[in-house]
């Protein structure tokens, strides 16, 4: 049912726990299923996001997709951040089974919650980033798998 990179990533999570004053913070769920994934970023003065940790209540998906999130945008600039979709999520793990597609928004959920709370911070505007909704679910309904 799951990839091995799935599997790798919830036995064995990167990343796991909380940035001491983080640059944003992100807390995205899921009241369909109860998920909950919150994650930090560590964004130097040029942009670059040197630290991604997270916390995620939830299902082995939800964990890996959480995982692989914050090594997909590690290293990496904002804007490079932001392409980071769930579709990209996905396909860094493998693939996920239809019913947990979700788990792979909510990851890419919580970049853009963690940015927009950077963003807010600073009294800055990062372009093509749009408000992030706090229940995904909401957004579900919208969006084609």
Request: net charge negative; hydrophobic share 35%; charged share 25%.
């Amino acid at each position: 049912m799951y990839s091995e990179k799935v599997m790798d990533h919830f036995n064995n999570p990167r990343n796991v726990g909380e940035i001491e004053n983080p640059s944003g913070v992100g807390t995205v769920g899921n009241a369909k299923c109860g998920d909950i994934m919150r994650m930090y970023l560590d964004i130097d003065e040029n942009g670059v996001i040197l630290d991604c940790k997270f916390k995620t209540f939830g299902c082995g998906a939800a964990v890996a997709t959480s995982s692989m999130a914050t090594e997909l945008v590690k290293g990496k600039t904002i804007q490079q951040a932001l392409e980071v979709t769930n579709k990209a999520v996905m396909e860094a793990l493998d693939g996920l089974p239809p019913v947990k597609v979700h788990c792979s928004l909510l990851a890419e959920e919580a970049i853009h919650a963690a940015l927009w709370d950077y963003a807010e911070k600073n009294h800055i505007q990062i372009e093509g980033l749009e408000k992030p909704v706090s229940d995904i679910s909401e957004k579900e309904e919208e969006e084609e798998y």
